[in-house]
Each structure stands twice: as structure tokens, then as C-alpha cells.
Antibody, heavy 117, light 108 residues
């Protein structure tokens, strides 16, 4: 069955970077993309960006351009999302989701990233 | 930037029909997707491409789209359907994806 398993919770100081992983299994990794979505405490869902697991093409949300990098390693079927220059308002649960033509059909369990001094 | 607009809350009694709307200028040309999120859990896809239901989603969930509005309908809402519901789509260029602000469905 399709599974996306994310790395564990992180606590970071303002200005630091965080890298969250998303290990995929149960499907052909390179046939789909991976989108990343975050949710601040008590808030709605925010789409962060997408990466093609086939060729590494990316598309990032405008408000995160320059601070976020998404990568995918087909040898380990793992996608990564790195966010730099962290601020307190980056505190959120970060989700990866399998993406096919805008359809986010399977989601990881989420990774809590807390940014605090 | 592109926006999808949802009502903040909808409340129905068990067994009643619940309708949640999502408006956006690009919806006449772009599909809408609907996600259910229960407290403390990851979102679950309940409707894709405006009106298709993934396997395992109860038949009481249906979707439609007309003009600039997409609608999620729950026919005979159950207590277990209490959750936040989010619509999701892209702008007319297809380059910018966005979630609606979410609708809290209360069934009591």
C-alpha cells in the first residue's frame, strides 16, 4: 500500500534551517510528484511547492521563493524539503503528499517544526 | 495572488444535507479538490476533479462545480463527518496552487 513516512519533530532557533524528509513506498516513485503543505497552529493549509520525482523540476509558492528547496532522491525514494532563515511564523506541521496532476491523494503523517529562541 | 473562498463554518443536524461552497475565478477552467481533516490528523482526499470520489470514501460525499463555484455535498451527514474541509485548486495559469481557508463542519 502507498505510504509516506516523514521524519520526526524538530525544534530550531530563528535564522536556522530545517530539512524534513518524506520516505515513499508502495508505488513507482518517479511516476508521481511530491507536494509539500504546511499548517500553522490553528490555521488552514498552505501549499508550499511541488517537485517532480521524475526529473527534479520544482514549482515553489511565491511567498517562499528563495527560502525553500525541494529535492527528490529516486535511489532511496525519499523527498526532502529544506526551509532556511526560519522565523517564528514558520512554526507549523509540515506535510508531504503524493501529487499527480494536482491531485494530492496520499499524505504523510506530518512533521512538527517549532521555531523558538 | 489567487484565492479560494469558503464559509468559515457550516452546521447541520445528523441526517441532514450539508453543503460547503468554494468560490474562485479560475474554477470554470480548473478542477476543484476537497480534503477532510479531522482534529490532529493529516488531510484525506474526499473528492477529486470536481466530482469523483476516491475508493473508500462513503457515497454520501459528492462534489459538483458550476461557473466560479465548487460545492461539496454530504447527503445525510453523520457525527463522524465533523471535520475541517478544504477546497484546493490552481489559478488560471496552472502555476499557483492554493487551498481555501477551510470550513468547519459541525454535526450535532
Amino acid at each position: 500500500q502507498v505510504q509516506l513516512v516523514q521524519s520526526g519533530a524538530e525544534v530550531k532557533k530563528p535564522g536556522a534551517s530545517v530539512k524534513v524528509s518524506c520516505k515513499a513506498s508502495g508505488y513507482t516513485f518517479t511516476s508521481y510528484g511530491i507536494s509539500w503543505v504546511r499548517q500553522a497552529p490553528g490555521q488552514g493549509l498552505e501549499w508550499m511547492g511541488w517537485i517532480s520525482a521524475y526529473n527534479g523540476n520544482t514549482d515553489y509558492a511565491q511567498n517562499l521563493q528563495g527560502r525553500v528547496t525541494m529535492t527528490a532522491d529516486s535511489s532511496t525514494t525519499t523527498a526532502y524539503m529544506e526551509l532556511r532563515s526560519l522565523r517564528s511564523d514558520d512554526t507549523a506541521v509540515y506535510y508531504c503528499a503524493r501529487d499527480f496532476a494536482d491531485d494530492l491523494d496520499y499524505w504523510g503523517q506530518g512533521t512538527l517544526v517549532t521555531v523558538s529562541s | 495572488s489567487y484565492e479560494l473562498t469558503q464559509p468559515p463554518s457550516v452546521s447541520v443536524s445528523p441526517g441532514q444535507m450539508a453543503r460547503i461552497t468554494c468560490s474562485g475565478d479560475a474554477l470554470p477552467k480548473k478542477y476543484a479538490y476537497w480534503y477532510q481533516q479531522k482534529s490532529g490528523q493529516a488531510p484525506v482526499l474526499v473528492i477529486y476533479e470536481d466530482s469523483k470520489r476516491p475508493s473508500g470514501i462513503p457515497e454520501r460525499f459528492s462534489g459538483s462545480s458550476s461557473g466560479t463555484m465548487a460545492t461539496l455535498t454530504i447527503s445525510g451527514a453523520q457525527v463522524e463527518d465533523e471535520a475541517d474541509y478544504y477546497c484546493y485548486s490552481t489559478d488560471s495559469s496552472g502555476n499557483h496552487r492554493v487551498f481555501g481557508g477551510g470550513t468547519k463542519l459541525t454535526v450535532l
